[in-house]
């Protein structure tokens, strides 16, 4: 069973404009939302994070938006450039008893390309 | 500051195989986790290690083992290799608690003939 559902799989955005992927999530103990970027043959490295304690967080170009009622999230990329294309992937955690870290549960990932 | 480090970056293997990969984490990092991820897949988790203990397992068979040195460094051991074993490795490692930020390394792209 996927924990956090993401979509949409592939998104084509033209240069300058906003490209938004969405995520939504059941368990409700998740209390941190990382999105991480990968090109192709590297690891995905992290763009940004959101607590369940604020609603939105944004770093330069890259803003997270959070419903914790609806369970959804979503990553706006404004002023979108031909270098943001990658493959996009949101995650959850959620700590556990005897654990220093919960592990991360992964969407499918969205593949972004942007038109020059 | 060198970040999360995995070695090989590629192998080649046949099924049946016995496979290790190996981890160093970024530095003043203490915890290692191991993902697997398919191609087109978002990175399965696999086991996270810390005091050189493993202190989560994900839904992977027992021939997915690992090992923490006392350098925080880990090894990924996969015995009896299958085909379906084909993926790219993800090591990620983060500080002591209360941190939550995992750093990924580049991943060894593992293929089973």
């Known amino acids: 069973q996927q924990q956090v559902k993401q979509s949409p799989q592939s998104l084509i955005v033209q240069k300058g404009g906003i490209s938004i992927i969405n995520c939504a999530y059941e368990?409700?103990?998740?209390?941190?939302f990382p999105w991480y970027q990968q090109f192709p043959g590297k690891g995905p490295a992290l763009l940004i994070a959101i607590r369940p304690d604020v609603s939105e967080k944004k770093e330069g170009r890259f803003t997270i938006s959070f419903n914790k009622s609806a369970k959804q999230f979503s990553l706006h990329i404004m002023d979108s450039q031909p270098g943001d294309s990658a493959t996009y992937f949101c995650a959850a955690s959620m700590k556990r008893r005897g654990s220093t870290l919960g592990r991360l549960y992964f969407g499918r990932g969205t593949q972004l390309t942007v038109w020059p | 500051d060198a970040g999360v480090t995995q070695s090989p970056t590629h192998l080649i293997k046949t099924r049946g195989q016995q496979v290790t990969l190996r981890c160093s984490p970024k530095?003043?990092?203490?915890?290692v986790s191991w993902y697997q991820q398919a191609l087109g897949q978002g990175p399965q988790f696999i086991f996270q290690y810390y005091e050189e203990e493993e202190r989560q397992r994900g839904n992977f068979p027992d021939r997915f083992s690992g090992h923490q040195f006392p350098n925080y460094s880990s090894e990924l051991n996969v015995n009896a290799l299958l085909l379906g074993d084909s993926a790219l490795y993800l090591c990620?490692?983060?500080?002591?608690?209360?941190?939550?930020?995992?750093?990924f390394g580049p991943g060894t792209r593992l293929t089973v003939l």
């Open positions: 530095s003043g990092h203490d915890t």
């Open positions: 990620a490692s983060s500080a002591a608690p209360p941190a939550d930020t995992q750093y």
């Open positions: 368990n409700t103990a998740f209390d941190y």
